[in-house]
Antibody, heavy 116, light 106 residues
Framework: EVQLVESGGGLVQPGGSLRLSCAASGFTFSDYWMNWVRQAPGKGLVWVSRINSDGSSTNYADSVKGRFTISRDNAKNTVWLQMNSLRAEDTSVYYC?????????WGQGTLVTVSS | SYEVTQPPSLSVSPGQTASITCSGDKLGDKYVGWYQQKPGQAPLLVIYQDSKRPSGIPERFSGSNSGNTATLTISGTQAMDEADYYCQAWDTSTVVFGGGTKLTVL
């Protein structure tokens, strides 16, 4: 069974940093692209970033480019999202999702709240 | 940047057909996916590559895409189909989601 489990969310002050983790199991992690998608409270889905299967290629939404960094360790079956210079508008549930073009599997999300 | 637009809400009676649209410039030239999201849950892929259904998705869910509009069709809508629905497309290595359509079955 495919499982994606996010962790690392919490309350952080504006300008602060946070690192999210997504632990994968139930499939060959090194075969798949991985993504982060976020959803502000009561709002829609927003794609954040993706990384290819071997970690050599990454893409970012304009809203996070230069502040967020996606990375992965295929030996640990884990993908991370390093979030720096956080803003109030980054407050969201952050989902980890598997796939290169469509997201067939999602985690349950981790809440990030940016507030003083 | 590329944008896709959905109507914010749609109401349908049980057993009727619900058609949720997603509009974007030359959207028919791109592949579209659709996700269902119920309160407190992660999204669920119900249609990919315009019209394909993932394993386990009921046949009443179908999709099409042509011109500037993609459509998710739910035939014989059931109460359990009440949810938010999001379209998704790709544009130059970035993913674009529509704003979502809240489907009410009443």
């Amino acid at each position: 069974e495919v499982q994606l489990v996010e962790s690392g969310g919490g309350l952080v002050q504006p300008g602060g940093s946070l690192r999210l983790s997504c632990a994968a199991s139930g499939f060959t992690f090194s075969d798949y692209w991985m993504n982060w998608v976020r959803q502000a409270p009561g709002k829609g889905l927003v794609w954040v970033s993706r990384i290819n299967s071997d970690g050599s290629s990454t893409n970012y939404a304009d809203s996070v480019k230069g502040r967020f960094t996606i990375s992965r360790d295929n030996a640990k079956n884990t993908v991370w999202l390093q979030m720096n210079s956080l803003r109030a508008e980054d407050t969201s549930v952050y989902y980890c999702a598997r796939g290169s073009t469509y997201f067939h599997y999602w985690g349950q999300g981790t809440l990030v709240t940016v507030s003083s | 940047s590329y944008e896709v637009t959905q109507p914010p809400s749609l109401s349908v009676s049980p057993g009727q057909t619900a058609s949720i649209t997603c509009s974007g410039d030359k959207l028919g030239d791109k592949y579209v996916g659709w996700y269902q999201q119920k309160p407190g849950q992660a999204p669920l892929l119900v249609i990919y590559q315009d019209s394909k259904r993932p394993s386990g998705i009921p046949e009443r869910f179908s999709g099409s895409n042509s011109g500037n509009t993609a459509t998710l069709t739910i035939s014989g809508t059931q109460a359990m189909d009440e949810a938010d629905y999001y379209c998704q497309a790709w544009d130059t290595s970035t993913v674009v989601f529509g704003g979502g359509t809240k489907l009410t079955v009443l």
